[in-house]
T-cell receptor
Framework: GAVVSQHPSRVICKSGTSVKIECRSL??????MFWYRQFPKQSLMLMAT?????????EQGVEKDKFLINHASLTLSTLTVTSAHPEDSSFYIC??????????????FGAGSRLTVL | GQNIDQPTEMTATEGAIVQINCTYQ??????LFWYQQHAGEAPTFLSY??LDGLEEKGRFSSFLSRSKGYSYLLLKELQMKDSASYLC??????????WGAGTKLIIKP
């Protein structure tokens, strides 16, 4: 089945530094990828939709200059958290519309990246 | 506004049956999904309903009533590994996914 690889799985950084998270579709091409964040005991919150070859579409309230998204190829999207602060500590998950039942709209998720900003 | 409601937490016994309900109010409807999420991991797809009725897949079944804005996920022969959060998500008229907050299911021996 469709596989989405995400790394790093865990990252700890100092406040003020930037962190890049990569998301790759391994056996299919993903023209669109989605970036979510999830705080403890809460549901997924869509941050942005990443479109290959064009600018990402950000959800209301998400700072595009802080959360830089690049989707340079059909298999790779990256999220860079710039000048990270402790309040950015969260679980970041990418996903892509994959193959399988329910058509092309079943999301396949990466394993997630837990970011801790000290 | 759009919202999805599901219980915050449920407890069940190993070997038993549990039903997790989900009600939704969205602008349009293009399918309902159930995902399973173990603590600290990403969600994994369980089921998809777009027409009314029951979809059965092994120990898990999902039901949908579009007129009532209602779905449930039924888990049979519960196993300890079924302890997880179960997320209900609805694709609205604009094909945007609206997520519920998830139901944490605790299985006791």
């Amino acid at each position: 089945g469709a596989v989405v690889s995400q790394h790093p799985s865990r990252v700890i950084c100092k406040s003020g530094t930037s962190v890049k998270i990569e998301c790759r579709s391994l056996d299919f091409q993903a023209t669109t990828m989605f970036w979510y964040r999830q705080f403890p005991k809460q549901s997924l919150m869509l941050m942005a939709t990443s479109n290959e070859g064009s600018k990402a579409t950000y959800e209301q309230g998400v700072e595009k200059d802080k959360f830089l998204i690049n989707h340079a190829s059909l298999t790779l999207s990256t999220l860079t958290v710039t000048s990270a602060h402790p309040e950015d500590s969260s679980f970041y998950i990418c996903s892509a519309g994959g193959q399988g039942e329910a058509g092309a709209n079943v999301l396949t998720f990466g394993a997630g990246s837990r970011l801790t900003v000290l | 506004g759009q919202n999805i409601d599901q219980p915050t937490e449920m407890t069940a016994t190993e070997g038993a049956i549990v039903q997790i309900n989900c009600t939704y109010q969205t602008s349009g409807f293009n399918g309902l999904f159930w995902y399973q999420q173990h603590a600290g991991e990403a969600p994994t797809f369980l089921s998809y309903n777009v027409l009314d009725g029951l979809e059965e897949k092994g120990r898990f079944s999902s039901f949908l009533s579009r007129s009532k804005g209602y779905s449930y996920l039924l888990l049979k022969e519960l196993q300890m590994k079924d302890s997880a959060s179960y997320l209900c998500a609805v694709r609205d008229g604009h094909y945007q996914l609206i997520w519920g907050a998830g139901t944490k299911l605790i299985i006791k021996p």
